[in-house]
């Protein structure tokens, strides 16, 4: 078991977390317009989504690393340059930080946490984003590859519930920031674009 590829993959989803994407983006929007409780609700509700992902990247992958190693050699470059997709698509858009409250009707606790999941599963560029992002990261010759992917997904999860809680929890201070520091948006962005970049980097090599 490989220590370090792990402790790289957590700092990797660390780096990610934090980088303003559609999920803690709306974390932090719900937090702002309704509430702590309710940036929670939201948080636990996309968290959850990623067991699905996770599920269905243990086994689909597992099977096709059982059936052809060239096949999975394959899939680690085409993730790999997907990642440099992401970056590019970062580096082409806009720094700014868009955090007015969401307009719309008021949803319960358990209305947001069913929208957090349903968002999470029902995008497919979250599984082609874990098809990119986990295979890269095996650390062991031993254990299976779907106990493997379930340690990822695992470290995944609890990674991004620490970061998006802390996002939900210091909403009103993060907004503060962002509007007192007009450079911090682009400070993410690259943030964004060197972690794609990092990552793809390690897959292949």
């Not at 957590?10 to 780096?15: D, H, N, V, Y």
């Not at 999860?157 to 007009?182: C, D, N, P, W």
Request: aromatic share 14%; with cysteine; charged share 10%.
């Amino acid at each position: 078991m490989n220590i370090e590829i792990l402790i790289s993959f957590a700092l990797a989803t660390s780096a990610l977390a934090i980088s303003p994407g559609p999920d803690n983006i709306y974390v932090l929007v719900q937090s702002i317009a309704n509430g702590k409780a309710y940036g929670m609700a939201t948080v636990c509700g996309l968290i959850t989504g990623c067991i699905v992902h996770t599920t269905l990247l243990a086994f689909g992958v597992s099977a096709i690393i059982k059936a052809n190693e060239n096949l999975f050699f394959a899939i680690k470059v085409l993730g790999a340059l997907y990642l440099l997709y992401l970056a590019y698509k970062v580096y082409k858009s806009s720094a700014q930080l868009n955090l007015e409250a969401d307009t719309t009707s008021k949803k319960s606790l358990k209305g947001l946490f069913i929208q957090g999941f349903f968002m999470n599963v029902l995008n497919p560029k979250v599984t082609i984003f874990f098809l990119a992002f986990f295979p890269g990261f095996l650390f062991s010759d031993t254990l299976s590859t779907v106990t493997q992917f379930y340690i990822l997904g695992g470290i995944f999860m609890l990674v991004s519930f620490i970061i998006f809680s802390t996002i939900a929890l210091l909403a009103g201070q993060i907004k503060t920031y962002t509007m007192r520091h007009e450079n911090f948006g682009l400070v993410l962005k690259w943030l964004q674009i060197v972690v794609f970049i990092g990552i793809a980097v390690f897959i292949l090599i």
